[in-house]
């Protein structure tokens, strides 16, 4: 069953939304090597309530955390830990907040300080191939020319592995919705894309091969030739000649760029 938006529930899912790009915004202002996942993670959760929202993640299914933490070859829902995060590393942080009954969810990966050329090129194309698929997500399109799109960036022209087994996804009063939305797929195939319907749409591209495993906690995915994997997320509602983008980069963007200890491509 696909539910299709009202103008009103589309502002709702904004505002929500908005809330978790301020919540990454945030942790943008607070990475550097030295701080932990789970400080990150308990200043989130701080923050969201504090905002009058509530942490869409945390027991969802049981999982425990308010952000997904995936760093290096930890592909999505990772655990936030004690670990320190280092020079060298990327971290995905993913989280989501539900605000006046419906459900924000974004997701955006760091460079902790100076990171490989070839890593910094993963970010970068991982990030255009987001804005590729949002491109597609219009009126009268399918949900294969979303996942064409992101395809044909990462894997056919860059040689990434694009993950098969999890994919973007429906969202509003609930975290997950119908439809899927995969991140390979062929141009013209799948569902026809109507005004009003909103969707997360999350590449999860990793550097070598597409292969994936889960790890013992049951949660945290990771790339099976231990290369590091990238993610990017942002819900979108379609509309007839443009999508409408309610999550936003644009406050963790800048909030990069002042962070010395972060690596913006
Ligand atoms: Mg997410
Ligand atoms: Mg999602």
Redesign the pocket.
Known sequence: MIYYKTNEEVELIRKSNLLVSATIAELATRLKPGVTTNQLDAIAETFIRDHGATPA?KGFRGFPFTC?MSINAAV?HGFATDDELKDGDIVSI???TVLNGFVG???YTFAIGEIEPAVQQLLKVTKESLYLGIEQAILGNRIGDISWAIQEHTEKKHGYGVVRELTGHGVGKS?HEEPEVPNYGRRGNGLKLQDGLVI?I?PMINLGKKDIFCADDDWTIITSDGKPSA?F?HSICVRRNKADILSSFVEIEANEKANPNLFSV
Request: aromatic fraction near 8%; charge should be negative; hydrophobic fraction near 35%.
């Open positions: 993640f997904c999505v993913d989280t989501g969810d974004s997701a975290l997360a999350e993610h997320e």
